[in-house]
């Protein structure tokens, strides 16, 4: 070996090794800890039947390839998908897996949760070879430190949904545009046009991807060039314009055969007007374009229409909750308050440092074309997201932190303890910091920074997926066996029926306390509107504040942070009613 490949294997793959092998303990132990959340219930089942049946019109809301990937092991398994079906309720999938697969059930789960596992391992590596090729190997370890421990990443890195895929090919689109800038040739155009495509696969949200990489490569490319001495500008920018417009044209058709081969050419290049559209948005698009109906669409067919089922979800009212109010309309800046009370402080400090770094004069080199190309996903992607009334949790701005992280990551320029002592000092200081937002691991999804009053003051500013996404049932399941109760009443926010945990309950009463032993989701603690299960297995809708009077009591118990037990007593409950007469509230 080489003494720069030592150099490089000690300063950098090792230890960037140890910390990503750190996170895969950490995925790996809370999948194995948590119950299956409110979207796995369906992903995981309808992904083993696309790979099974090669259809996806069973759940077209979500793109198929994180939740085929997820189900890729169970087909060395025993698992089966408990019957093809069209079930629009969606949790029919989740009910026919659970019936199909009897105590194995919870097991498929946790093999699909590993490969989510794998993606976000893969995902923090790119970023650290990202981050160390643009700041050198300490910038490189930083960021995948910043990536091991941050409680989202790994929290949603443990899960069979969606959103480590969309950060993760986040990330891999964007370094492959970075690369594809540097060197375009028509190589790296199919390279980046194929993880273009694989990202159209992940999650819708990664169209946002195709406006995003035009505008990083343009930036990378064009700004501050220059034409050679020997050449005409005019001439030179001719040539280039022709051959990059050529490698575009090359990159896009790859990114569409991905795509439409990701869904096995099924539907592809249906006519426009063959399409029932039903979201306002594309039905409106599709009205204009009405003269021209022949067009051959060249996309799959469950592609588009899972788009126009998302927009449609979200054109509809969503019950959103920040710091104690409701709204069905959206909150301004909802994704930017989430981000304050979720994200880690140690991240959020070495950001704004960096960013006084940058506006304050200096001897290094600031280079701000490519601060900016690093900070334009991070932006896009939030400002996409605030502009939605779905606002459900910070899940849905996920691949913003990979670039937060890209970002801070420079900050490792400072390690220097002759240059910069108090840099040296202080990053130091927030690296190790950073370490200790795992503390409360497994219960990663309920994590809350300091100031937000970690998880159990978090249920005051942000609720659903951001805290309590169903995720403590089995908890509560041993719970109730090691204090031997027999029946409760349990109002719980998630999928999984609680009878298929052997869990006895009724669901609480309505409005108004009564003596008993209870078990209630904070969700709906804090009013929420939703459903329940029924232990007949129905659905029972929730009305928004039907359970909140139990935060009238303490409880005896927490479940993670996210199920509250109480033991109520007839004098606990003519307590209540005194107080309620007295506020005026009712009985």
């Known amino acids: 070996m080489t003494p720069d490949r030592a150099r490089s294997l000690k300063r950098f793959w090792l230890p960037v090794a140890l910390v990503l092998a750190i996170h895969a303990v950490l995925g790996i132990s809370a999948a194995a800890h948590l119950t299956a959340t409110h979207d796995e219930y369906w992903h995981l089942p309808v992904g083993l039947l696309n790979l099974k049946n090669g259809r996806f019109d069973y759940e077209n809301l979500n793109p198929p390839l994180c939740r085929m990937t997820a189900a890729l092991p169970l087909l060395f398994t025993s698992a089966v998908p ?10 029919g999938f989740g009910d026919a897996f659970i019936a199909a697969n009897g105590p194995h059930y919870d097991t498929w789960y946790l093999l699909g949760r590993t490969m989510i596992v794998l993606i976000s391992v893969l ?54 545009v ?44 064009f700004a501050g060039k220059e034409p050679l001495p020997s050449e005409q500008s005019g001439d030179r920018k001719k040539r280039s314009f022709a051959k990059l417009g050529g490698l575009w044209i090359l990159a896009l058709a790859t990114s569409l055969l991905i795509v439409n081969a990701g869904y096995l050419f099924r539907g592809s290049f249906s006519s426009l007007k063959s399409y029932d559209l039903q979201s306002s948005t594309l039905r409106g698009v599709s009205q204009r ?30 019950p959103v909750f920040l710091d104690g109010q409701w709204s069905v309309d959206g909150i ?41 190309a690093i900070l334009l996903p991070a932006v896009g992607i939030i400002a996409m997201a605030e502009s939605s009334t779905m606002q459900l949790g910070i899940r849905y701005v996920l691949p913003a932190i990979p670039f937060l992280i890209l970002f801070a990551s420079q900050a490792a ?29 497994p219960d990663h999804l309920a ?51 609680p009878s298929a945990l052997g869990i006895s309950y009724h669901i609480p009463p309505s409005r108004s306390p009564q003596p008993g032993r209870y078990a209630i989701s904070a969700n709906f603690e804090q009013g929420r509107p939703h459903w329940v299960r ?31 037990v109480f033991d109520l007593t007839e004098a606990d409950v003519d307590r209540w009613r005194t107080a309620a007469r007295a506020a005026g509230l009712g009985r």
């Open 82 to 91: 408990g019957g093809p079906r069209i079930d629009p309720g969606t949790n």
């Open 123 to 176: 995902g923090g590596l790119v970023t650290a070879i990202w981050a160390r090729e643009l700041f050198g190997d300490g910038a490189g370890c930083l960021a995948a430190v910043l990536w091991a421990f941050e409680p989202n990443l790994i929290a949603h890195g443990s899960l069979v949904t969606t959103d480590m895929g969309a950060a993760a090919f986040f990330v891999f689109t964007l370094f492959a």
């Open 178 to 221: 970075w690369k594809f800038a540097a060197r375009p040739n028509w190589k790296m155009a199919l390279i980046f046009g194929g993880v273009l495509g694989l990202a159209q696969l992940a999650k819708f949200t990664s169209l946002l991807l195709y406006p995003i990489a035009i505008l990083e490569f343009v930036l990378l490319t």
């Open 289 to 318: 374009l009405a003269p021209i109906g022949w067009f051959r669409v060249p996309l799959p067919r469950d592609y588009v229409e899972g788009i126009d089922h998302q927009r449609q979800v979200m054109e509809q009212q969503h």
């Open 332 to 372: 301004p800046h909802y994704y930017l308050w989430g981000l304050f009370y979720k994200l880690p402080h140690p991240l959020q400090i070495l950001v704004l440092a960096t960013l006084i770094w940058l506006v304050l004069p200096g001897s290094a080199p600031r280079r701000p074309l490519t601060q900016i």
């Open 413 to 441: 320029l400072w390690f220097d303890w002759k240059a910069y002592p108090l840099r040296t000092a202080a990053t130091s200081l927030l690296t190790g910091w950073m370490l200790l937002s795992v503390r409360y691991h």
């Open 447 to 497: 994590y809350f920074n300091e100031l937000a009053g970690g998880p159990l003051g978090g249920r005051e500013h942000l609720l659903d997926s951001n805290l309590d996404w169903g995720q403590d049932l089995g908890g509560l399941q041993a719970y109730l066996k090691e204090h031997e109760v027999k029946d409760v009443g349990l109002a719980y926010f998630g999928t999984v029926p």
């Open 534 to 564: 029924t232990p007949q297995g129905e659905i029972r809708p929730v009305d928004i504040g039907e359970f909140e009077y139990f935060r009238f009591f303490a409880p005896v118990a927490r479940i993670g942070y996210t199920i509250d």
